[in-house]
Structure formats: structure tokens, C-alpha cells
Nanobody
Framework: QVQPVESGGGLVEAGGTLRLSCAASGRIFSSYALAWFRQGPGKEREFVAAISWSGGSTNYTDSVKGRFTISRDNTKNTVYLQMNSLKPEDTAVYYC????????????????WGQGTQVTVSS
């Protein structure tokens, strides 16, 4: 089992950039797929991006394609979410989630979650 811990959130102006990090404990990190979800004010939790255990496959929700990039460094047990050209609608609490081997876009498929990190984009 891995335990994700997010960092890197903050307040940024529209058009700005942030990089979120998710450090996960556990010697089996490299066998887990990782994903980022977000939950905005008054909204349901939604899928943002995911990466396979090897890093060879990624998936993004349409609204962030071309702006966000997910990557991982298995030597550091860390996954990253580079967020560029941020928009006010990206404001949310961002959560890192893990599941064995293959990723999913459904939050119910993940069994390990971080506490979340707040991202606020001002207009």
C-alpha cells in the first residue's frame, strides 16, 4: 500500500503556472498507477490526469489537455502535475490517488488518497 502526500498548491493569477507534487511512501510505488483529481467549490470530484505505473501511458480530461502535464519519477517515489496557462475554473482542491498497475478515470477505483492541496487561480 502507498500513502500519497500532496504539495505545491497555492494562489496564482490567471495565465500563471504551478507544479504539484505527490510523494508516496512504500517500496511498491513503481507498481502503482497515479492520478490527480480535483474538487471545486460546490462541485463533484473530477478526474484530471493519470499516469501508468511505468510512466509510459498518460490520460487527461479534455479541459486540461495541452495545459497540464503529468509525470513521475519512480526513483523519488513522486508524481508531478505541471499546470500551465491556469484559468479561474481550475480553482479546486487537488487530490493525488493511487491504485495498483493500471490507471482509471473513476475515483471509486482508487484505494489510496492524499489529503489534498488547494489551488486558487485569480482572474
Amino acid at each position: 500500500q502507498v500513502q500519497p502526500v500532496e504539495s505545491g498548491g497555492g494562489l496564482v493569477e490567471a495565465g500563471g503556472t504551478l507544479r504539484l507534487s505527490c510523494a508516496a511512501s512504500g517500496r511498491i510505488f513503481s507498481s502503482y498507477a497515479l492520478a490527480w483529481f480535483r474538487q471545486g467549490p460546490g462541485k463533484e470530484r473530477e478526474f484530471v490526469a493519470a499516469i501508468s505505473w511505468s510512466g509510459g501511458s498518460t490520460n487527461y480530461t479534455d479541459s486540461v489537455k495541452g495545459r497540464f502535464t503529468i509525470s513521475r519519477d519512480n526513483t523519488k517515489n513522486t508524481v508531478y502535475l505541471q499546470m500551465n496557462s491556469l484559468k479561474p475554473e481550475d480553482t479546486a482542491v487537488y487530490y493525488c490517488a493511487a491504485r495498483p498497475w493500471s490507471y482509471s478515470t473513476a475515483f471509486v477505483d482508487y484505494n489510496a488518497w492524499g489529503q489534498g492541496t488547494q489551488v486558487t487561480v485569480s482572474s
